[in-house]
Every structure is written in structure tokens, then in C-alpha cells.
Antibody
Framework: QVQLQESGPGLVKPSETLSLTCTVSGGSVSSSIYFWSWLRQPPGKGLEWIGY???????NYNPSLKSRVSISVDTSKNQFSLKLSSVTAADAAVFYC?????????????WGKGTTVTVSS | DIQMTQSPSSLSASVGDRVTITCRAS??????LNWYQQKPGEAPQVLIYAASSLQSGVPSRFSGSGSATDFTLTISSLQPEDFATYYC?????????FGQGTKVEIK
């Protein structure tokens, strides 16, 4: 069973780049059965899909974030990563990594526990 | 972009009640509709995928129905552990969208 664990700084300054990593265990980030995904949830609000990486480098991003987002994979470390540039207070959220099955209806069957990111100087 | 509208945004119910949550898409999404449950401080968990398929390990009191633009999540007999927030999600478009959530509270 795949397990996911997010890691990265919990505090980012405004205008800087947020960088998070998701470490995959129990499976391979090279697997072709998943879209390796990032989502976020601002405090007290709903879920927002950020994007995903697949096939060791192909990506798809939420159009509302596309100009600021980059998701990549490191097969040597069995990790995938999120970078979000030019952050503001509105980017503060709990960030989740998740696997989305490429078959069926792309539902997200495995989630990390989430990591909280605060944006403040 | 496809908009997903859930109703109600919140509801109060008692243990044993039948609960229905609806999700409407702004355009047809076939059956590319998933339902998640999220408890406070926890990551979401999938309940239903492809509109009506029950995820392995999820109790059979949860069911989903619908197609095209109108979908329903039903809890046949609400249990104490079901008090949570529920989200629908479309994965038909290239940009996946969630509904705003429905919070199920104890009456």
C-alpha cells in the first residue's frame, strides 16, 4: 500500500517561493497507474486541486495557479515536489499530496496527512 | 471551467437519519464524480468514485447516484462517526474542481 508524507518549511515570506516535497513509500513514483497530485485547503475553507505530475515528468496544473506552479518528480529519491512562486497571505493553507488513479474516475485514493504552510514576514 | 455546486452547505441530523447531499455540475461530466469525507484535522478519504462505486472498506450505508449534471450522496442511517464534511469532485475536465463542501452536524 502506497503511503505519502509531505515535508517542507512551515513558514514562507510573502513574494518568496513555497517548496514542498512528498515522499512515497510502498510504491514507486515511476508507476504509471497514478497521477501524483498536490492539493491545498486554506484555513476553514474547501479543497483546491493544484496539479499533478505523471510519466516521470508530464504535468497538468490548475489554470488559476498555472503561472506560479511547478510540480516535478525525483525518481532517485522516490519523491515528487511542489513549487509555488510569489506567494501571498492567500496561499496559506494545509497542503496535501495524493495519488489519483489514472483509471476509473481519477479518484484520489491515498493522501498524505497534510502540512500547514503560513505566509508571513 | 466546470463549477460544482453542493447543497446544502450544512445540515443537522440525528443518528439513524437518512441523509442526502446533492452536487450539481455546470455542464455534463458523465460519471466523473467522486465523493470524499473529511473529519477535522484529517485528510479527506474517498467514499464513492465514478458516481456510484463504493470504495473498498467504506460502509454500505454510503451510496452514490447520478450522471451528467446531477449527483447524490446518500447515507442510509447516519452513524456517530459520519459527522464530518463531505465534498464532491469532478475529474471530467482538465482542471479538477471540488464542490464547496457540506458539513454534517449533530442535531
Amino acid at each position: 500500500q502506497v503511503q505519502l508524507q509531505e515535508s517542507g518549511p512551515g513558514l514562507v515570506k510573502p513574494s518568496e517561493t513555497l517548496s514542498l516535497t512528498c515522499t512515497v513509500s510502498g510504491g514507486s513514483v515511476s508507476s504509471s497507474i497514478y497521477f501524483w497530485s498536490w492539493l491545498r485547503q486554506p484555513p476553514g475553507k474547501g479543497l483546491e486541486w493544484i496539479g499533478y505530475v505523471y510519466d516521470s515528468g508530464s504535468t497538468n496544473y490548475n489554470p488559476s495557479l498555472k503561472s506560479r506552479v511547478s510540480i516535478s518528480v525525483d525518481t532517485s529519491k522516490n519523491q515528487f515536489s511542489l513549487k509555488l512562486s510569489s506567494v501571498t497571505a492567500a496561499d496559506a493553507a494545509v497542503f496535501y499530496c495524493a495519488t489519483a488513479l489514472r483509471s476509473a474516475s481519477h479518484y484520489m485514493d491515498v493522501w498524505g496527512k497534510g502540512t500547514t504552510v503560513t505566509v508571513s514576514s | 471551467d466546470i463549477q460544482m455546486t453542493q447543497s446544502p452547505s450544512s445540515l443537522s441530523a440525528s443518528v439513524g437519519d437518512r441523509v442526502t447531499i446533492t452536487c450539481r455540475a455546470s455542464q455534463s461530466i458523465s460519471n466523473y464524480l467522486n465523493w470524499y469525507q473529511q473529519k477535522p484535522g484529517e485528510a479527506p478519504q474517498v467514499l464513492i468514485y465514478a458516481a456510484s462505486s463504493l470504495q473498498s472498506g467504506v460502509p454500505s450505508r454510503f451510496s452514490g447516484s447520478g450522471s451528467a449534471t446531477d449527483f447524490t450522496l446518500t447515507i442510509s442511517s447516519l452513524q456517530p462517526e459520519d459527522f464530518a464534511t463531505y465534498y464532491c469532485q469532478e475529474t471530467y475536465s482538465i482542471s479538477w474542481t471540488f464542490g464547496q463542501g457540506t458539513k454534517v452536524e449533530i442535531k
